[in-house]
């Protein structure tokens, strides 16, 4: 599977690179951030390097990853990420906004969009794994067609879309 460039109402949803580690270094910035996503706020030297990994590839092949920032279209500021990483016909989905753009359905937005091209490339299996006291996240797995299941992983809900034959 290859990565694309996806467009939802106010996003460009553009593959990452590198280069957005300056920009992006300052959207992730806010410890507060990191209370449900865990870790600290990276430098910008500390971001490219994980995003050069990141865009070498997963080194199994059966894995692929795909990992977006978000544009926001009026203003032209990155606003986030999505991620999804393929297995199969199989993906586990994550999503951050900055705290300074949350709550304007940003996340939302990019996740149905993303797992909408996942859906249109074949995947027909759609997880996601949530802090049970994070509710914003919660929002944004069901708009992108999640649905929480009696499952934990890691002290965290998992969420699922199958498709008609999953």
Do not use: K
């Amino acid at each position: 599977m290859r990565i694309a460039p996806l467009v939802t109402l106010r996003l460009d949803l553009l593959p990452l690179q590198p280069s957005h580690a300056p920009e992006m270094a300052l959207v992730l910035a806010d410890p507060a951030l990191h209370v449900f996503i865990g870790g600290t706020p990276s430098t910008p030297e500390g971001l490219a390097a994980r995003y050069e990994r990141l865009t070498a590839g997963s080194p199994d092949p059966a894995v692929c990853w795909l990992n977006w920032v978000l544009r926001v279209r009026e203003s032209g500021e990155l606003a986030g990420t999505v991620q999804a990483t393929v297995t199969g016909d199989e993906a586990e989905v994550a999503w951050v906004i900055g705290t300074g753009l949350q709550g304007r359905g940003y996340a939302s937005e990019a996740a149905r969009g993303m797992v909408g091209w996942l859906r249109q490339e074949g995947v027909r299996t759609v997880v996601a794994h949530v802090h049970p006291d994070h509710r914003a996240s919660e929002r944004v797995a069901e708009a992108a067609g999640l649905t929480r299941t009696g499952e934990w992983q890691e002290g965290e809900v998992r969420w699922r879309l199958r498709g008609e034959d999953g």
